[in-house]
């Protein structure tokens, strides 16, 4: 099993900065993938960030250039560096973790991962 803590949502204005934290435990095993979900009020959940073991960094398009995750691994901890916020950026950030999967040619992380942390809110005012 794998535990994860998110902390450092807040409240800031547009253009400032974040950075988010997620603290894990549990069986390194089970989490090669490690990524930063984002969840806008009404709206689905969506991927922001994915660290594969493997393969490294990916972003969605809308955060690129502006966002950075990274993952101290001595410290079993998943960081979300985000810089010049905007509104639509609100809302519930959650971390999460997964096995890769073995796609025949590559180690893949997958879509919807197997744990999730409870979520950590931030609040981008115009």
């Known amino acids: 099993q794998v535990q994860l803590v998110e902390s450092g949502g807040g409240s800031v204005q547009a253009g400032g900065s974040l950075r988010l934290s997620c603290v894990a435990s549990?069986?390194?095993?089970?989490?090669?993938?490690m990524g930063w979900f984002h969840q806008a009020p009404g709206k689905e959940r969506e991927g922001v960030a994915t660290?594969?073991?493997?393969?490294?960094?990916t972003y969605a398009e809308s955060v690129k250039g502006r966002f950075t995750a990274s993952e101290d691994r001595a410290k079993n901890t998943l960081y979300l560096q985000m810089n010049s916020l905007k509104p639509d950026d609100s809302g519930m950030y959650y971390c999460?973790?997964?096995?890769?999967?073995?796609?025949?040619?590559?180690?893949?992380?997958?879509?919807?991962?197997?744990?999730w942390g409870k979520g950590t809110l931030v609040t981008i005012s115009s």
């Open positions: 660290i594969n073991v493997y393969s490294g960094t």
């Open positions: 999460a973790a997964g096995s890769a999967r073995w796609n025949g040619g590559s180690w893949d992380c997958p879509l919807s991962m197997d744990y």
């Open positions: 549990g069986n390194a095993g089970l989490r090669r993938c």
